[in-house]
């Protein structure tokens, strides 16, 4: 579909690819984009390799499937990597996204096995999460980063829909908003300097 961006996401039960799915959608949906964002249903033990789906565009959306040629696509956990081909169908224009310790160059090398020599971000959620928040909860930097790369919404208008999904969520909890808007911070920053593109210019 013409003016819709479609995004892929690799993780595992437990890590919240599904929930940060969701969460981008409803961020993307107040913007005033029309969206969808839903997980690709199977065996949804703790571990176990999970995908999920988001459409965002600026006209109705009329596509009920999966997605097989996706934009972009969000690696939360590389361990995935050795076992998934994740670029398979991947736009040649598009990009991968992939939280891991490992550099931008080693972790280029692992897709063009593949055949991928397109775009590759990397951003560490670990390091992100644990300075911010304490705790391992790649959600909320691999949120940041998939909006960072694809665009999908400013920056801005990011922030302020994320800040106050939080202060909702987290009413009683003013630290915990702290920390997770830290880490989207911290996260624009760090793509900044990588170039993408959403974020180059304001950083």
């Known amino acids: 579909m013409k003016n819709t961006v479609e ?16 969460l981008l959608a409803d961020v993307a949906f107040k913007t005033g984009k029309h969206v969808q964002g839903f997980p690709e249903y199977g065996p949804e033990r703790m571990g176990a390799p999970i995908t999920a789906y988001n459409r965002i565009s600026e006209d109705p959306i009329t596509i009920h499937s999966n ?4 934009d972009y ?16 169908g991947l736009k040649k224009q598009g990009a991968v996204i992939v939280n891991t310790e490992q550099t931008k160059e080693e972790i280029a090398a692992k897709l063009r096995r593949h055949g991928w020599k397109g775009s590759v971000y990397t951003v560490d959620a ?7 928040l304490g705790r391992y909860y790649p959600n909320s930097p691999m949120l940041a980063a998939v909006v960072a790369v ?8 990011f ?6 999904s939080f202060a909702h969520k987290f009413a009683k909890k003013p630290e915990v908003i702290e920390g997770n808007m830290k880490a989207l911070e911290m996260t624009f920053e ?13 950083a």
Do not use: N
């Open 7 to 22: 995004i892929r996401w690799h993780g595992r039960g437990g890590q919240g690819a599904k929930t940060a799915a969701l």
């Open 67 to 70: 997605i097989y040629e996706p």
């Open 73 to 88: 696509v969000v690696v939360v956990d590389d361990s995935l990597l050795a076992g998934i081909d994740v670029t398979q």
């Open 126 to 132: 670990r390091k992100i999460s644990l300075e911010a």
């Open 150 to 157: 694809s665009g999908v919404v400013t920056p801005a208008e």
């Open 159 to 164: 922030l302020k829909e994320m800040k106050d």
């Open 190 to 202: 760090a793509l900044a300097e990588d170039g993408a593109k959403s974020v180059k210019k304001s």
